[in-house]
Each structure stands twice: as C-alpha cells, then as structure tokens.
C-alpha cells in the first residue's frame, strides 16, 4: 500500500530555512508526481509545488518561487522540498500526496495517500 510520510516541519524565523522530507513506502516512487501542499488554519488547501515522475518538471506556487525548490531521490524513495526566505504567510500544515501520472496536476482531487502533514510555523 502507497504511503508517505512528512518531516521536517518546526518552528523558525522570518527569513530562514526548513527542509521538508516526503518519504514513500510500498510502492516504486518513479511511477509518481509528487506534490506538495499546504493548509493554514481558515484556508483551503493550496498546491505549493510539484515534481513529475522523471524529475524533469517542477512547478510552483506564484507565491514560493524563486524560495523554495523541490527535489526527489528515487534511490532513498525520497521528494524534498527546501524552504529559503520564509515568511510568516509561510506558516501552515504541509503535507505530500502521490499522483500516478508523469505530469503533475492542478487538481488537488487526483492525488492519493496523503501524508500526516508536517507543521511550518514562521514567527518571531
């Protein structure tokens, strides 16, 4: 069964960094895009990047480009996404779902085995 697990998430100040980690379990994760999103209290939910199958596409959210990069590793079943220049706005649940496609999606329905969600909070 396809699972994934966030880490990485905790507490930090405006303009620092986090690396989260996206690790799959039962399943061969070359055959995925990988997406990252997230969720503050009061929102919905919102893509904020995403990796196709090969790696060879990402995407990301107007709001986190050029301050945060995705990343995966196939060989540690592994997607990453690093998280530069935080801001307050920043702050919410992340968490990572799997699509069986190439190509990612903008359709948030599509993707499956939610992770548990990691916690970002940006304060000072």
């Known amino acids: 069964q396809l699972q994934l697990v966030e880490s990485g998430g905790g507490l930090v100040q405006p303009g620092g960094s986090l690396r989260l980690s996206c690790a799959a379990s039962?399943?061969?994760?070359?055959?995925?895009?990988i997406g990252w999103f997230r969720q503050a209290p009061g929102k919905e939910r919102e893509g904020v990047s995403c990796i196709s199958s090969t790696g060879g596409h990402t995407n990301y959210a107007d709001s986190v480009k050029g301050r945060f990069t995705i990343s995966r590793d196939d060989a540690k079943s592994t997607v990453y996404l690093q998280m530069n220049s935080l801001k307050p706005e920043d702050t919410a649940v992340y968490y990572c779902a799997a699509l069986r496609n190439y190509y990612c999606s903008g359709d948030v329905n599509l993707y499956r085995s939610w992770g548990q969600g990691t916690q970002v909070t940006v304060s000072s």
């Open positions: 039962g399943f061969a994760l070359d055959y995925y895009a």
